[in-house]
């Protein structure tokens, strides 16, 4: 039975039980308190105000949108956590990223290393990074207009769980996401960069996107105490939606 509990509004809960509870993460939200951005809004402390104590489980970046989990007792909890960090859960991401591959389906496989620079970013190493891989697959092309170079719809598997993982590959295959400050150019998604004779007002023109394009739609696991087969889904939210029907129309 679902606990009937209110969630806020940003964070919507998706799934709740005895064992588990999800929600769909609004990007701009971290999963848990971040040292390097203590004031930005953290789930895990809103949820706790309507659900009480939960457990981290896994995480996604901070303006990454989509499905977060969090287990509601310590039983749940360690079976849970073995699953996300053995590769036991199906994780399904779509990406927007700038440039047009020319592979249909390609798997990265690159080893990476956390927090490997001054930026506290993720790299790839060769000699000091941990295995990892990445399953792609492009589900639409955007053809290119002036100086944008195109764009794509890509479906991201990831096997393993590294910081940044899929944002990292995607860019060292030479297509990052869309307006990632960290792997990208950072700069926004403009209608008035892709679209064709536009008439808008430059100084008041809002972005399409304005944080890295990139969406948690899935994970499918099994549940903790039944062990049946639990898929979680999360749709596409406003701005990447709005992105992809604009690249469609140029």
Known sequence: MLDAMSSPRDNPVIHSDEDLVAVDKSAGYLSIPDRYDPDAPVVANELRKDWGRLFVVHRIDKDTSGVLVFARNAEAHKALGDAFSTGAVTKVYQALVRGLPDWDETRCELPLKVDGDRLHRT????????????????????????????????????????????????????FPCLCDPLYGDGKPLLLSA?????????????????????????????????????????????????AISQLGKK
């Open 123 to 174: 790299v790839v190493d060769a000699h000091r990074g941990k295995n990892s891989a990445t399953a792609f697959k492009v589900l639409e092309r955007f053809a290119s207009a002036g100086a944008f170079p195109g764009a794509a719809l890509v479906e991201a598997r990831p096997e393993t769980g590294r910081t940044h993982q899929i944002r990292v590959h995607l860019a060292s295959l030479g």
């Open 194 to 242: 892709i679209k064709r004779r536009w008439k808008g007002d430059p100084l008041e023109e809002r972005p399409l996107v304005a944080r890295a394009a990139l969406h948690a739609l899935s994970a499918e696991f099994a549940h903790p105490r039944s062990l049946a087969r639990l898929l979680l889904e999360a749709p596409l939210p406003k701005d990447l939606r709005a």
